[in-house]
């Protein structure tokens, strides 16, 4: 749904009492996206993990500060840019969220985007390629670019995938890299 007087705060004022699907029962906080409604770049993650629900923000705990230092040495400002998640609610055991969940909290994501309209949309993750995409494979598409429906998606890996493999630090910073090349080519300030 998305109405021409909307704005971010209308949609964290929701989602914090949202209980739209089952997460919403297991959930200390509900996590809304947060940073620049003017974002250019849109980071959109998984879900909420334990940090997360218990300080009702996105990207505050490892995978945050994994995501927080690889934007630093590309030389992106977070506080410039948007990040949000496919779920803003927190599953039980960092479970991956199911499709009926994803469907009844996409209404939020929707309405994210329609409102930032970020020129370029920061896929982290498998789980985000396959909600916004239909994709499965991350590790064989991150990189790169795709056309959707007049938006334009970047793929990368999810940070939380540097905590179990450092290797994959170089993977994440260089996709930034080219993420801020793009930007740069197409004129989009960050
Ligand atoms: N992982 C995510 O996908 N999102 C968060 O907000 C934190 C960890
Ligand atoms: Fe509502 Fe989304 Fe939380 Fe489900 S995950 S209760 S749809 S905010």
């Avoid at 410039?80 to 609610?89: A, E, L, P, Q």
């Amino acid at each position: 749904m998305s109405r021409s007087n909307d704005t971010i705060d209308r949609i964290r004022d929701e989602v914090i009492k949202c209980k739209l699907c089952n997460l919403c029962t297991n959930r200390t906080n509900a996590v809304p996206g947060e940073g620049n409604s003017k974002a250019t770049i849109m980071f959109i993650g998984e879900a909420p993990g334990r940090n997360e629900d218990e300080k009702g923000r996105p990207f505050v705990g490892i995978a945050g500060k994994i995501l927080d230092e690889c934007l630093d040495n590309v030389g992106i400002v977070r506080a410039r840019t948007y990040v949000t998640n496919i779920v803003k609610c927190r599953p039980p055991n960092n479970r991956v969220p199911k499709d009926d969940e994803r469907r009844l909290c996409n209404n939020y994501l929707e309405r994210e985007i329609s409102i930032v309209s970020p020129k370029i949309i920061c896929i982290l993750g498998r789980t985000a390629y396959h909600s916004m995409l239909g994709g499965a494979s991350i590790l064989g598409n991150r990189g790169k670019f795709v056309e959707r429906d007049g938006r334009l998606f970047f793929l990368t890996i999810h940070p939380a995938a540097i905590i179990y493999n450092n290797k994959l630090r170089d993977t994440l910073e260089k996709d930034l890299r080219t993420l801020v090349a793009e930007c740069s080519r197409l004129d989009i300030p960050i």
